[in-house]
């Protein structure tokens, strides 16, 4: 399973983006896709994920009602959509795939995710 990531970029306070992962490779051995993230001297920190058979969704508390978490079946993409950032957001963004159909028990566990993509910087500024 190969995932590109990709929407990033430079905004302002209080702006939107949309960042997207695309999957390719052997997509039907996974069961959902999750959304992490790790600013500067910082630990990765969960953002969200999705649960391909009910399409459920999970957030983070610090990111609810702000981000929202979508999938394309058509185009094997998933999307983070971003409103209102804020200089903290400034991270760079990675998405994952499980191949664990229980990963849900434990979605912002990273370790229950096991492919990668390469993380796409999104920047925020005051």
């Known amino acids: 399973v190969q995932l590109q990531a990709s929407g990033g970029g430079l905004v302002q306070t209080g702006d939107s983006l949309r960042l997207s992962c695309a999957a390719s490779g052997r997509t039907f051995i996974t069961y959902g896709m999750g959304w992490f993230r790790q600013a500067p001297g910082k630990e990765r920190e969960f953002v969200a994920a999705?649960?391909?058979?009910?399409?459920?969704?999970y957030y983070a508390d610090s990111m609810k009602g702000r981000f929202t978490i979508s999938r394309d079946n058509a185009k094997n993409t998933v999307y983070l959509q971003m409103n209102s950032l804020k200089p903290e957001d400034t991270a760079i963004y990675y998405c994952?795939?499980?191949?664990?159909?229980?990963?849900?028990?434990?979605?912002?566990?990273?370790?229950?995710?096991?492919?990668w993509g390469q993380g796409t910087l999104v920047t925020v500024s005051s």
């Open positions: 999705i649960k391909w058979i009910d399409s459920s969704t």
């Open positions: 994952a795939a499980s191949s664990d159909g229980t990963f849900y028990v434990s979605y912002s566990n990273s370790r229950r995710y096991h492919y």
